[in-house]
């Protein structure tokens, strides 16, 4: 199945930039290896628009007469474009031919970067989640860091892609982020070394008494796939399957189609979610099926924090109403858009905001998030430690390495890890107490 928007366009749920090589959220690899033709663009600008094509023709031509060092064509027409997109919103962007060419690399699941997401929130460039075990995981960045300057220049003002290619690099290269966080007296620098990246999109592990454990990072082509081999082992190995926890947390989306599959996993009717856009084409409704999955028969838990976006806000969206799991965390970042990837004819494309999409019970994500059904805030880190010291000191007791699913995916998740991880502890207790007590779901 492929889910496809307006002319057989890509419809991506990716929060935002990731700062790999190709420099954007995860895409499909199944793009069409030739450009859009014409006959499905729009035949006709309005005359207001016509009109104002032609004062805009006037003064890149001015430009490239007159202007005291020489620009060509092409740079004129690609930062009018880039103008244009950037009074939209934070998601819509442009991407030159090598820009686009390096986001469908990026769907092979390998990047060159430091690892983290970001977007623009309140117009300041904001980490959204680092990737775990990557470059910017292991320097200590967290969801919600302020990125205020790249390599000593102030971000005010800039463009997401103009941030992108300022922090993306070559393998081995160092960039330095002046970070501002809450609870900072004033921001500091993080210096990071660039590397090639493989992401796993699943992870996976056991808990003693029958609770299997899944990890979704991102929304990636093979992703539906992955996570079906998991469940398979976990069927074949925990007998009772008691229940599951299924850890969105930190996960800044990625491919519609593959929200889609991952909730149609663990339903088997109902609709997951619905888009609504300007055209027909973009107002689209998808429905859970039975059949071709592996039964999850026993309960679910869903983990949720502020780093969890779009495709997995959809997850949990579809699973919260459909009353098929609990969810439990903290509220979720609220990313409700869908972005479309648009080929141009001279291999450039545009990465366009064309919907909203809202769970199934109506219930719009856009700024407002997924609000958890047991509220379980994640531990505050002493103002004396940063969080690259904490997770030193982990490692140092070898309690926890890069992250919890590190370990081989059949060893049980330890006493002492869960210790580390109040939001997990809680969900493995609620499905070891299943069905849950009324006043055991209260926030903690």
Same mark, same amino acid.
């Given at each position: 199945?492929?889910?496809?928007?307006?002319?057989?366009?890509?419809?991506?749920?990716?929060?935002?930039?990731?700062?790999?090589?190709?420099?954007?959220?995860?895409?499909?690899?199944?793009?069409?290896?030739?450009?859009?033709?014409?006959?499905?663009?729009?035949?006709?600008?309005?005359?207001?628009?016509?009109?104002?094509?032609?004062?805009?023709?006037?003064?890149?031509?001015?430009?490239?007469?007159?202007?005291?060092?020489?620009?060509?064509?092409?740079?004129?027409?690609?930062?009018?474009?880039?103008?244009?997109?950037?009074?939209?919103?934070?998601?819509?962007?442009?991407?030159?031919?090598?820009?686009?060419?390096?986001?469908?690399?990026?769907?092979?699941?390998?990047?060159?970067?430091?690892?983290?997401?970001?977007?623009?929130?309140?117009?300041?460039?904001?980490?959204?989640?680092?990737?775990?075990?990557?470059?910017?995981?292991?320097?200590?960045?967290?969801?919600?860091?302020?990125?205020?300057?790249?390599?000593? !220049?102030?971000? /005010?003002?800039? +463009?997401?892609?103009?941030?992108?290619?300022? &922090? #993306?690099?070559? *393998?081995?290269?160092? %960039?330095?982020?002046?970070?501002?966080?809450?609870?900072? !007296?004033?921001? /500091?620098?993080? +210096?990071?070394?660039?590397?090639?990246?493989? &992401? #796993?999109?699943? *992870?996976?592990?056991? %808990?003693?008494?029958?609770?299997?454990?899944?990890?979704?990072?991102?929304?990636?082509?093979?992703?539906?796939?992955?996570?079906?081999?998991?469940?398979?082992?976990?069927?074949?190995?925990?007998?009772?399957?008691?229940?599951?926890?299924?850890?969105?947390?930190?996960?800044?989306?990625?491919?519609?189609?593959?929200?889609?599959?991952?909730?149609?996993?663990?339903?088997?009717?109902?609709?997951?979610?619905?888009?609504?856009?300007?055209?027909?084409?973009?107002?689209?409704?998808?429905?859970?099926?039975?059949?071709?999955?592996?039964?999850?028969?026993?309960?679910?838990?869903?983990?949720?924090?502020?780093?969890?976006?779009?495709?997995?806000?959809?997850?949990?969206?579809?699973?919260?109403?459909?009353?098929?799991?609990?969810?439990?965390?903290?509220?979720?970042?609220?990313?409700?858009?869908?972005?479309?990837?648009?080929?141009?004819?001279?291999?450039?494309?545009?990465?366009?905001?064309?919907?909203?999409?809202?769970?199934?019970?109506?219930?719009?994500?856009?700024?407002?998030?997924?609000?958890?059904?047991?509220?379980?805030?994640?531990?505050?880190?002493?103002?004396?430690?940063?969080?690259?010291?904490?997770?030193?000191?982990?490692?140092?007791?070898?309690?926890?390495?890069?992250?919890?699913?590190?370990?081989?995916?059949?060893?049980?998740?330890?006493?002492?890890?869960?210790?580390?991880?109040?939001?997990?502890?809680?969900?493995?207790?609620?499905?070891?107490?299943?069905?849950?007590?009324?006043?055991?779901?209260?926030?903690?």
């Amino acid at each position: 199945m492929k889910i496809w928007g307006a002319a057989g366009l890509l419809l991506i749920l990716g929060l935002c930039w990731g700062l790999s090589l190709a420099g954007s959220a995860p895409a499909d690899a199944d793009f069409r290896d030739t450009p859009l033709h014409l006959a499905a663009m729009p035949e006709y600008l309005s005359p207001e628009a016509d009109a104002k094509l032609r004062v805009l023709s006037q003064a890149l031509a001015l430009v490239e007469d007159q202007y005291v060092e020489p620009k060509t064509p092409k740079d004129l027409i690609y930062g009018a474009i880039q103008g244009a997109v950037s009074i939209l919103d934070s998601h819509s962007s442009f991407m030159t031919p090598e820009e686009y060419r390096e986001l469908q690399i990026e769907t092979k699941g390998k990047f060159s970067g430091i690892g983290i997401e970001i977007t623009m929130k309140d117009r300041i460039l904001t980490v959204v989640s680092p990737i775990e075990g990557t470059p910017a995981y292991r320097a200590g960045l967290q969801a919600g860091d302020q990125i205020v300057k790249i390599n000593g !220049t102030p971000t /005010k003002n800039i +463009s997401l892609t103009e941030a992108v290619k300022m &922090i #993306r690099g070559p *393998k081995s290269s160092k %960039v330095t982020l002046t970070i501002n966080r809450q609870g900072f !007296t004033e921001p /500091k620098d993080f +210096s990071i070394v660039r590397e090639i990246i493989p &992401i #796993r999109s699943v *992870k996976a592990r056991i %808990v003693d008494g029958g609770i299997g454990y899944i990890r979704l990072a991102n929304f990636q082509d093979q992703t539906d796939q992955d996570l079906q081999n998991y469940l398979k082992k976990m069927r074949q190995r925990l007998t009772p399957f008691k229940g599951l926890v299924l850890d969105l947390r930190n996960d800044p989306g990625g491919l519609l189609e593959q929200a889609v599959r991952v909730a149609n996993e663990f339903l088997n009717s109902g609709l997951i979610v619905y888009t609504e856009g300007r055209t027909p084409q973009q107002s689209m409704r998808f429905f859970a099926h039975p059949g071709g999955k592996t039964e999850v028969p026993g309960p679910m838990v869903v983990l949720i924090n502020e780093g969890s976006a779009s495709a997995s806000e959809i997850v949990a969206g579809a699973l919260k109403d459909q009353k098929r799991a609990i969810i439990v965390g903290s509220k979720s970042f609220g990313k409700g858009s869908v972005q479309t990837i648009i080929p141009l004819e001279d291999g450039s494309a545009l990465r366009l905001t064309t919907a909203l999409y809202y769970t199934p019970n109506g219930t719009t994500i856009q700024d407002k998030g997924i609000i958890p059904d047991v509220v379980v805030k994640e531990p505050e880190i002493p103002k004396d430690k940063s969080l690259q010291k904490l997770r030193e000191e982990s490692l140092s007791k070898h309690m926890r390495k890069e992250g919890i699913t590190d370990k081989p995916w059949s060893q049980p998740i330890t006493a002492q890890e869960l210790d580390q991880d109040p939001q997990l502890k809680r969900a493995v207790e609620i499905l070891r107490h299943w069905p849950p007590k009324k006043m055991a779901l209260q926030p903690q």
